[in-house]
């Protein structure tokens, strides 16, 4: 157990959460301000402490920091019962990290309405801490919705362009995606009749009584969809470029960096363990999927791009192709690349749409045609910006590196010919990353952006700025010169459960 | 007389089982008297009057939950006192509060008289707390004429409008119409039933108990099959299930604010009530023909009520129609009662909806009463822009009633339809269940564009017109209170569900 009075887990939840009541209570503006800070720290700090503890912490089925709350549902089996994994911990700490991040960059923003701004953000990140906290997987779905509602809300009040349309667009689609694995969870819990959302029972419980295999295919179809749409798998995809288009800065970081996860969170720690035939029946099908339409079709979508948000949007979609094709190779180094590629692209995107929104507020656009030659007025934005596109794709130093080559050696294994094909995405997600950097910072500058830096002369980015991008830059740097802080609790979360029918069937 | 003739005559009187519902009645009348008694100054208290005596009988059945009448019958088998009958006594007279309240806000705007609006709504809420534990058809279909007859009248009660007086004539027609139907499924039953050449005839085949044994002995008799299907229909008709939704929309918009709340909450809750005494126990060895007929309706109102309500403009019609939606929702909870397989968790996954539904609809109604003017049956989705600015709180409580009613965690409405959507799985209606997960995106879009008009949206008002929107209603402290409070009931229901969960789906 942790050596903490309380519970940590609990306590990062509630936290923000507390806050966020307190201010649509009525929090003046100064105090919601000032205990934002707290609230969007606490969680940082629990999942410092966590991530340090977690190796020598008692674990039960390779859980820490079990608790459970009753909640007046234990007739049909549900329970909060909190608790981390080798492979929850890095999301856990990834979805701290981030929402420290946005919060800090949303709280420097002086956004119309703070505080319900911040509001919003406090509740996306206390559903974003119970997400990954959650062993029951009522729960587990639950918190992600309670994280999904700020963002249509976020999107249509203080959105950008077209933003009446772009939270229309996301909430219809992620409805339906929510709903249809809503469907595949409750097939599972009805169809395992163990009467239990708790993931740890319904674990031992299929390990003794293994579904059949139609079932489980009918599951794991449903949840891939589902999920599918949530994490934007081509063709479902569409909502992701034009919601973060319209997305303010902070929401856009805290769902693209770590709300969309969710669903491939949801393959590993759900599917994987409980359902390895299903999915096995549907791997092929899957890394096909991935690897044409997301990595492929959706990268030279991304080079197209002449908006420098839409770009970000596109190429998450297309990252999210990576982690597809680590579910669908399976063993223990297609998974764990995929936890390692989520953390790691969590932090590279969030910095990415932090860096997008400074950028706009110097120049005022977000077309990459009309800007240009930004490096000699403003160097040390540059310097990041150049930082989180190498690191977005994939240089070695960087954490995405370790993730995207485990993946590979995984995919392999599985599939010379996809492994090759989606190498050749790195190549894509190369040009259109320099390419990018160098409209941005490099060249002339182009006629509009001289009228505006005319207009406003930029200043460089200020240390307010700074202090959000300088915490996902050192996580990412950290990582990647130090993966086995990561890799080690992953491989033990992975190495007992993971089912030898997966790497056997997917092995052909 | 000796003391034990005395215990014995204590013993035998059964009124006291019927305490709450005499309770009502007489405070019924008492506000007739008070209204002859009292000099004019005062009447403006009477209302407060009903509301503290419902909160009383509210708070009386709480304490006496657990009565000694439980699971017996009374009055020679006209009730049955069930615990499902006493968690729709308890739902009915939250509703009745609740409609007390709006009232005190919608009425306000209209030269009507006061009193006998809430006399009606009393002896409605008596009668349907009788209609939830009818054990026999007598009873069954004098309380539901009770029921019907008193919304006659509320639905036409502002007398000087053409749209309340349209949508009053069209609710009685439809309501003469489907009380016929009902009455004759029922005479067919008990024909059928008394018919001393069949096996289990019985000559008192109106009571539930007895009619039941006569079905389980005649699975396949042809009469009694028309008959449970024309009680289904009549049944049908009040929680308007597709296709007997047709009187829906106008009767929603016509009526009175309180009083759409009061049909689209109460008077739909008792015809679940009844539809899940009659299905579970009743017609339950019918199920060949109650289950696909049930299914097919609820298949069809889930998508009807969704597909109809995406292009209305007045929020009346919206809602009533998103009402339909929810009738298709509940049906399915039945559907998985009634089911091959029954589900164990569908009874209280029912009584959990309706609850969830009573909550964010009266939070959704009671915005609504504060935004309609004299006239409140033109509202529509413009009346709402800029709503946010203007009004946050309400602006807050629409929100969250809409996304209650649309399904969106972790408010109450989502806990409901999960609950009802593991029954169904249960139950074995898989193909129905993936039309409700249907239905539920694309109700979505209307909720969603309803909380866009009154978040995302400004008002401009045309220049050379004034503002043609009726002045919105400031809040008193009373509604105030009872938005505030549903609204977190909302939330609070969705977090813990604790001993509502307990008291509910444990059952």
């Known amino acids: 157990m942790s050596p903490l009075p309380f519970d940590p887990l609990l306590v990062s939840i509630a936290a923000p959460l507390a806050l966020a009541l307190a201010i649509a209570l009525g929090l003046p503006k100064r105090w919601s301000v000032l205990l934002a800070y707290g609230a969007f720290a606490i969680p940082v700090l629990m999942a ?22 009753a909640t007046g549902l234990d007739g049909v089996g549900i329970g909060l019962k909190l608790g981390l994994n080798g492979i929850s911990l890095p999301l856990f700490v990834l979805a701290a990290l981030v929402g420290f991040a946005a919060g800090l960059y949303a709280i420097q923003s002086g956004a119309e309405r703070l505080k319900i701004y911040l509001m919003l953000l406090l509740i996306m990140q206390g559903g974003l801490m119970g997400v990954f906290a959650s062993v029951d997987i009522f729960f587990f779905y639950f918190f992600h919705e309670l994280a999904l509602i700020p963002t249509f809300i976020m999107v249509g009040i203080w959105g950008g362009r077209d933003r009446s349309y772009a939270a229309m667009k996301l909430t219809i689609y992620l409805t339906l995606g929510a709903m249809v694995s809503l469907l595949g969870l409750i097939m599972l819990y009805v169809k395992s009749g163990a009467h239990t959302f708790d993931l740890i029972a319904l674990r031992d419980h299929l390990a003794a009584l293994p579904l059949a295999a139609t079932v489980q295919n009918n599951i794991v179809g449903l949840l891939l969809f589902g999920f599918g749409v949530l994490v934007s798998l081509w063709p479902l995809h569409t909502w992701a470029p034009l919601g973060y288009g319209a997305a303010p800065s902070s929401a856009a970081m805290l769902h693209a960096g770590v709300l969309k996860k969710f669903g491939v969170y949801g393959l590993i720690q759900v599917a994987l363990p409980l359902l390895p035939d299903g999915l096995a029946y549907w791997a092929h099908p899957l890394a096909w999927l991935a690897v044409i339409g997301n990595v492929l079709i959706v990268g030279l979508i991304t080079i197209a791009q002449r908006d420098l948000k839409q770009m970000i949007g596109y190429s998450s979609v297309m990252h999210m192709g990576y982690a597809f094709l680590g579910i669908a190779a399976g063993g223990i180094i297609g998974p764990g690349g995929v936890v390692f590629l989520m953390v790691a692209h969590g932090l590279s995107v ?12 110097r120049t005022q656009t977000f077309a990459l045609d009309e800007m240009g030659g930004l490096a000699q007025k403003t160097p040390v934005l540059a310097a990041f910006f150049v930082a989180a596109t190498l690191a977005s794709i994939g240089l070695p130093g960087f954490a995405n590196f370790w993730g995207e080559l485990a993946i590979f050696v995984a995919l392999w294994k599985f599939s010379p010919l996809i492994t090759a094909l989606a190498v050749a995405g790195v190549v894509i997600s190369a040009v259109y990353g320099l390419r990018s950097a160098a409209r941005v910072f490099f060249g002339p500058s182009s006629a509009e952006l001289a009228k505006v830096t005319a207009a406003h002369p930029p200043a460089d ?30 491989n033990a979360a992975l190495t007992p459960h993971t089912s030898a029918k997966v790497g056997n069937a997917t092995g052909r | 007389m000796t003391l034990e003739a005395v215990k014995l005559a204590a013993e035998a009187n059964q009124w006291v089982a019927i305490f709450p519902e005499l309770l009502l009645a007489c405070l019924a009348l008492a506000l007739l008297a008070l209204e002859i008694v009292l000099p004019k100054k005062l009447h403006a208290y009477i209302p407060d009057v009903a509301l503290a005596g419902l909160v009383g009988a509210l708070g009386g059945q709480l304490v006496n939950f657990q009565s000694a009448t439980l699971g017996k019958e009374s009055f020679n088998g006209l009730l049955l006192h069930s615990p499902g009958g006493q968690v729709m006594r308890v739902f009915f007279l939250l509703t009745a509060m609740l409609v007390c309240i709006l009232a005190r806000v919608s009425l306000a705007k209209q030269k009507v008289p006061r009193i006998e609006f809430y006399h009606l709504v009393l002896i409605i809420t008596g009668a349907m707390m009788l209609l939830a534990q009818s054990n026999h058809f007598v009873m069954f279909f004098v309380a539901l004429e009770t029921v019907t007859i008193g919304f006659y009248i509320l639905v036409s009660y502002f007398r000087t409008k053409t749209a309340s007086l349209e949508a009053g004539l069209k609710y009685l027609v439809m309501g003469a119409l489907s009380s016929g139907l009902l009455l004759f499924g029922i005479v067919l039953l008990y024909g059928v039933a008394g018919n001393p050449t069949l096996p289990g005839h019985s000559a008192s085949a109106l009571h539930y108990p007895a009619l039941g044994q006569f079905l389980v002995a005649n699975p396949h008799n042809f009469l009694a099959g028309v008959g449970i299907v024309l009680v289904l229909v009549g049944v049908a008709f009040k929680i308007g299930a597709f296709p007997f939704q047709i009187w829906v929309p106008d009767v929603y918009q016509g009526a009175p604010t309180p009083v759409t709340a009061f049909l689209a909450v109460g008077s739909k809750a008792a015809g679940f009530a009844v539809l899940l005494v009659l299905t579970r126990d009743v017609f339950a060895s019918y199920d060949w023909l109650v289950t696909p007929a049930l299914t097919a309706m609820a298949a069809a109102t889930i998508l009807f009520g969704n597909i109809a309500a995406l292009t209305q403009h007045n929020v009346k019609r919206l809602i009533g129609l998103s009402g339909v939606s929810h009738a298709g929702f509940l049906l399915l909870g039945v559907v998985a009662l009634s089911g091959p397989v029954a589900s164990v968790s569908a009874t209280g996954a029912i ?36 709503l946010a600015k203007e009004n946050p709180f309400l602006a807050t409580i629409l929100a969250i009633g809409l996304g209650s009613l649309a399904g969106i965690p972790p408010l109450a409405g989502f806990m409901g339809k999960f609950f009802v959507f593991i029954a169904a799985f249960e139950g074995g209606a898989r193909w129905t269940l993936a039309l409700a997960v249907v239905g539920v995106v694309i109700s979505i879009y209307y909720y969603f564009g309803w909380i866009k008009a009154a978040f995302f949206e400004q008002w401009i008002t045309p220049a050379d017109t004034a503002d043609p929107r009726p002045v919105r209603t400031p809040v008193d402290v009373v509604s105030g209170i009872a938005l505030g409070c549903l609204a977190l009931a909302s939330i609070f229901i969705g977090f813990y569900q604790g001993p509502l969960g307990q008291w509910l789906t444990l059952k």
Not at chain 1, 50 to 69: E, N, P, S
Not at chain 2, 370 to 380: E, L, N, R, V
């Open chain 1, 48 to 69: 410092l402490h966590v991530w340090w503890h977690f190796g020598d912490a008692a674990k039960d089925h390779g859980y820490a920091f079990l608790t459970r709350y």
């Open chain 1, 350 to 361: 969030a910095l990415l749409f932090l860096l997008a929104t400074a950028i706009y507020h």
């Open chain 1, 461 to 490: 980015i200020t240390w307010k700025e700074r202090f959000p991008a300088l915490i996902l830059l050192a996580a990412l740097l950290f990582i990647g010169f130090w993966p086995k802080s990561l890799t080690t609790p992953i």
């Open chain 2, 351 to 386: 009584y959990f909806y309706l609850f969830a539904y009573l909550i964010a609809s009266f939070a959704v109604f009671g915005v609504m009463a504060h935004i309609g003017g004299a006239d409140d049956s033109d509202q529509t989705l413009d009346h709402y822009n800029g």
